[in-house]
């Protein structure tokens, strides 16, 4: 018999051979099939098993098919869906004001401490201002006239000479 092309030839080597025992037990096992492939760019063929994976189906009953004519509300997600947006709305609205009433309170705090800080700041300047008016010489001669206290009349000097004035053993400061 001629064969014209190699595919043809493949087939008709593969129809005369006689598988053995082992194959025969292993392409029960995996009934697997095997198909021709090209690599490389050349004519050769290889043969790569597939397994062929037959999956059972099992048998499922029939969907009952039931009219619907009023549908139930969903009180769950109505409820957990208000609470969200009453939650966001709180959020948006008590979270702004309670800042602000924040803030004007620190700013009220800053006011009046800057207000202290300015009367104090006054009231040591006429405190600065009463020092140096009552450390006036005219005003200390006066006060010490009232107290009896004037000028000495007679002023008496020391003299220091080289001689000791203090017994021996005795304790001396110096500058006195």
Do not use: C
Not at 1 to 21: C, K
Not at 71 to 76: A, K, S
Not at 98 to 111: D, F, G, I
Not at 143 to 156: E, M, Q, Y
């Amino acid at each position: 018999m001629a064969v014209s092309t190699m595919s043809q030839w493949v087939e008709a080597w593969e129809q005369d051979l006689v598988p053995s025992e082992a194959a025969r037990r292993s392409s029960e096992r995996l009934t697997a099939r095997s198909q021709t492939a090209r690599y490389y760019g050349r004519q050769a063929t290889a043969r790569l098993p597939e397994p062929v994976f037959e999956v059972e189906k099992a048998a499922r009953p029939a969907l009952q098919l039931s009219v619907i004519t009023k549908r139930r509300p969903l009180w769950g997600a109505i409820v957990i869906s208000l609470a969200f947006v009453a939650l966001l709305l709180g959020a948006a609205v008590i979270g702004p004001v309670l800042l602000n009433s924040a803030s004007a309170s620190v700013e009220y705090k800053t006011a009046q401490l800057e207000r202290q800080q300015q009367q104090l700041s006054a009231a040591a300047s006429s405190l600065n201002a009463e020092i140096s008016g009552l450390g006036a010489t005219g005003r200390v001669s006066a006060a010490a006239g009232k107290l009896g206290l004037g000028p000495a009349p007679k002023v008496h000097y020391l003299q220091l000479g080289s001689g000791a004035a203090v017994a021996k053993g005795d304790t001396t400061v110096a500058g006195r």
